[in-house]
């Protein structure tokens, strides 16, 4: 890894995402608080796009009582960065492995 990522990356471990962690806890997501994060290089589509959609599913999940997922986006490396419960990354990364797509290159 190169050297101003692992610096990034560091420093978002010490003081992104428990300012993050903070700020999205609820009561049921106590599992998420000290759960590691993960970074998912995104290579097809804009790691925003899927971070939109990730973030809208998320909200809906805790609004019916599943732990919380903080999603985040490093755009200079086009990447995501998730936290929360091991279920809850396994299927975001799931849904990021479905959506992130080469776009199609025939006309028709």
């Known amino acids: 890894m190169n050297k101003p990522l692992a610096t990034l990356f560091s420093l978002l471990a010490l003081v992104w995402i428990p300012a993050c962690q903070s700020t999205t806890a609820t009561a049921n997501s106590t ?38 997922l903080v999603v985040h986006v490093h755009d200079d490396s ?5 936290s929360g419960s091991d279920q809850r990354i396994a299927q975001a990364k799931d849904l990021i492995a479905r959506l992130d797509l ?3 290159e025939t006309d028709g």
């Open 31 to 68: 599992d998420s608080e000290d759960a590691p994060f993960q970074v998912i290089f995104v290579e097809h589509v804009e790691a925003s796009t899927l971070a939109d959609t990730l973030i809208a599913l998320a909200d809906e999940a805790e609004q019916s009582g599943e732990s919380a």
């Open 78 to 82: 086009n990447s995501i960065l998730l």
């Open 102 to 104: 080469p776009a199609n």
